[in-house]
């Protein structure tokens, strides 16, 4: 229902302030989910029927994961090194500062107040990789705002240039930075490795090279055996095929199916010749699949206490926020070509990307403790506040710039 009614809600909803994104079948997803149903159950003393219970969810897991591979690889076809390389330098100093900042403004708070009311002497690596979740996942910016507002005012000045280039280099690289969660701090799967000579605990940097080394292999293979084909359809089998079996491994040894999906297209976008094919093909499960991953989100989202809730969701709106800000602030000053950028670029790239689903769902696959629905909570208010005002706050950027003319903020 959700997927057969994408089309007709784009076309009417669409307004002057905004546009869908996605992100508003996160409400489907919590209505639908068992969250939803106990918490009417334990204020309310209402039966809510479940029509998505925990071991539903448990059956799904496998499936999802192999939905998030995809959208992953689809990514990783876009992550080509000679789009960086062409890139504008001021665009890369933003983009640079845009991910510096988050990793230690929002990373920074965030370990302080998680260690300071959360730390119970045990919990260290959990306080470390919720902060470092917090910290990927409030950098990431969106690409579909100024895509909107490119594709419908044929714009070409320098601000809408620069956050149209800023925002999908920014995917790629917090996609990448953000996988490398789950090598450095690795939970479960094979820990030792058993030898004539004994055994082996396995680092936290190996961890890290196996799953790089991994997904290389995978896209590797793939390249040479698909090299020659020429059938569309073989293509888009054998594509769905490596990525179901990419997120299985991911799946099986703890791994991120995104990052390691994203790895693929990667290899294959930079190295295979067939990979404008690959994406023609893959193009098409885009929406239904980013739409199914923003769904499941709301299904695993199990809100924390509420006034933990509350104060935690302004505190990281905030810090995400001051964030862009400083980073557009002092890639500006410190730009060469100052034309190019503005003090207020920062405006223009606090949507967020349904991506941030697919990575809140990842980390809820692996990292099962306390502090996982308080960091999940405050990513996913994060996501629906910035995608509401995501749009509006680019357009007025434009607006005030110049670079749209005729319209009222």
Same mark, same amino acid.
């Given at each position: 229902?959700?997927?057969?009614?994408?089309?007709?809600?784009?076309?009417?909803?669409?307004?002057?302030?905004?546009?869908?994104?996605?992100?508003?079948? !996160?409400?489907?997803?919590?209505?639908?989910?068992?969250?939803?149903?106990?918490?009417?159950?334990?204020?309310?003393?209402?039966?809510?029927?479940?029509?998505?219970?925990?071991?539903?969810?448990?059956? +799904?897991?496998p499936g999802i994961s192999a939905a998030i591979g995809i959208i992953g690889l689809i990514y990783g076809l876009k992550f080509r090194l000679a789009d960086f390389q062409k890139s504008d330098t001021e665009h890369i100093r933003l983009?640079?500062?845009?991910?510096?900042?988050?990793?230690?403004? =929002?990373?920074?708070?965030?370990?302080?107040?998680?260690?300071?009311?959360?730390?119970?002497?045990?919990?260290?690596?959990?306080?470390?990789?919720?902060?470092?979740?917090? /910290?990927?996942?409030?950098?990431?910016?969106?690409?579909?705002? !100024?895509? /909107?507002?490119?594709?419908?005012?044929?714009?070409?000045?320098?601000?809408? +240039?620069?956050?149209?280039?800023?925002?999908?280099?920014?995917?790629?690289?917090?996609?990448?930075?953000?996988?490398? +969660?789950?090598?450095? %701090?690795?939970? $479960?799967?094979?820990?030792?490795?058993?030898?004539?000579?004994?055994?082996? &605990?396995?680092?936290?940097?190996?961890?890290?090279?196996?799953?790089?080394?991994?997904?290389?292999?995978?896209? !590797?293979?793939?390249?040479?055996? +698909?090299?020659?084909?020429?059938?569309?359809?073989?293509?888009?089998?054998?594509?769905?095929?490596?990525?179901?079996?990419?997120?299985?491994?991911?799946?099986?040894?703890?791994?991120?199916?995104?990052?390691?999906?994203?790895?693929?297209?990667?290899?294959?976008?930079?190295?295979? &010749?067939?990979?404008?094919?690959?994406? &023609?093909?893959?193009?098409?499960?885009?929406?239904?699949?980013?739409?199914?991953?923003?769904?499941? /989100? $709301?299904?695993?989202?199990?809100?924390?206490?509420?006034?933990?809730?509350?104060?935690?969701?302004?505190?990281?709106?905030?810090?995400?926020? !001051?964030? &862009?800000?400083?980073?557009?602030?002092?890639?500006?000053?410190?730009?060469?070509?100052?034309?190019?950028?503005?003090?207020?670029?920062?405006?223009?790239?606090?949507?967020?990307? =349904?991506?941030?689903?697919? @990575?809140?769902?990842?980390?809820?696959?692996?990292?099962?403790?306390?502090?996982?629905? @308080?960091?999940?909570?405050?990513?996913?208010?994060?996501?629906?506040?910035?995608?509401?005002?995501? %749009?509006?706050s680019t357009k007025k950027l434009l607006i005030d710039s110049g670079e749209i003319i005729g319209e009222n903020q």
């Amino acid at each position: 229902m959700a997927f057969l009614s994408t089309s007709y809600l784009k076309g009417k909803i669409h307004t002057k302030f905004y546009t869908p994104s996605g992100i508003e079948y !996160i409400f489907l997803g919590i209505i639908i989910g068992p969250s939803f149903a106990n918490w009417l159950k334990a204020a309310f003393h209402l039966n809510y029927l479940e029509i998505i219970d925990n071991s539903t969810l448990q059956q +799904l897991s496998p499936g999802i994961s192999a939905a998030i591979g995809i959208i992953g690889l689809i990514y990783g076809l876009k992550f080509r090194l000679a789009d960086f390389q062409k890139s504008d330098t001021e665009h890369i100093r933003l983009v640079s500062f845009d991910i510096v900042t988050a990793l230690f403004l =929002i990373g920074g708070a965030a370990f302080g107040i998680l260690y300071y009311f959360f730390y119970n002497g045990k919990n260290l690596n959990d306080i470390i990789a919720a902060s470092y979740f917090l /910290a990927v996942t409030g950098s990431v910016s969106s690409n579909y705002a !100024i895509n /909107a507002l490119l594709t419908k005012y044929r714009l070409d000045g320098p601000l809408s +240039l620069a956050i149209d280039s800023v925002t999908k280099m920014n995917i790629s690289l917090t996609i990448f930075i953000y996988g490398l +969660l789950f090598g450095v %701090y690795h939970i $479960g799967g094979i820990d030792t490795l058993s030898a004539d000579f004994g055994s082996h &605990k396995i680092t936290s940097t190996e961890w890290v090279v196996i799953s790089i080394l991994l997904a290389l292999l995978v896209g !590797i293979l793939f390249n040479i055996f +698909l090299g020659r084909e020429e059938n569309e359809n073989k293509f888009f089998v054998a594509v769905v095929g490596i990525t179901i079996f990419t997120s299985g491994l991911a799946y099986f040894l703890n791994f991120s199916p995104l990052y390691m999906n994203f790895l693929v297209g990667f290899v294959l976008v930079n190295f295979s &010749k067939v990979s404008q094919k690959l994406e &023609k093909a893959l193009f098409r499960l885009l929406e239904p699949f980013g739409l199914l991953i923003v769904v499941t /989100a $709301g299904f695993y989202w199990v809100p924390a206490k509420l006034n933990i809730f509350i104060i935690g969701s302004i505190a990281f709106i905030v810090l995400r926020f !001051i964030s &862009k800000k400083a980073a557009s602030y002092f890639a500006f000053i410190s730009a060469f070509e100052k034309e190019k950028l503005s003090a207020k670029i920062g405006s223009g790239l606090i949507a967020q990307d =349904i991506i941030v689903c697919a @990575m809140a769902i990842d980390y809820l696959n692996v990292y099962k403790n306390n502090l996982t629905p @308080m960091v999940i909570s405050y990513v996913l208010v994060s996501v629906i506040f910035f995608g509401l005002i995501g %749009y509006s706050s680019t357009k007025k950027l434009l607006i005030d710039s110049g670079e749209i003319i005729g319209e009222n903020q």
